[in-house]
């Protein structure tokens, strides 16, 4: 059974910074492409960042670039996103996602296994 657990999410201060953490059980992790996403109240689940399986070659919305990063650890088949100078429009519940096709997508309908979200709040 696939499992993508997020961790890491919490209400900050504008300008401050959240790593958020994506553990991954249940399928061979460095086989997969895996990426981030973020769904604010009311909108559309949106593309943050992507990575590729061999963690070479990264990608990012223009609206998180120069402030996220996105890094993995095959061994502890993890996916990690930093999260710098935060605005209050980054508040979102942010998923993370496992693309088999490791094509650093920014479509949804690319990655197969998702994780239930976890809250990041940033106040004014």
């Known amino acids: 059974q696939v499992q993508l657990v997020e961790s890491g999410g919490g209400l900050v201060q504008a300008g401050g910074s959240l790593r958020l953490s994506c553990a991954a059980s249940g399928l061979s992790f460095r086989a997969y492409g895996m990426g981030w996403f973020r769904q604010a109240p009311g909108k559309e689940r949106d593309f943050v960042a992507a990575?590729?399986?061999?963690?070479?070659?990264?990608r990012y919305a223009d609206s998180v670039k120069g402030r996220f990063t996105i890094s993995r650890d095959n061994a502890k088949s993890t996916v990690y996103l930093q999260m710098n100078n935060l605005k209050p429009e980054d508040t979102a519940v942010y998923f993370c996602?496992?693309?088999?096709?490791?094509?650093?997508?920014?479509?949804?309908?690319?990655?197969?296994?998702w994780g239930q979200g976890t809250q990041v709040t940033v106040s004014s």
């Open positions: 990575i590729r399986r061999s963690g070479g070659s990264t």
């Open positions: 996602a496992a693309d088999p096709f490791d094509g650093l997508w920014d479509a949804q309908q690319y990655y197969g296994y």
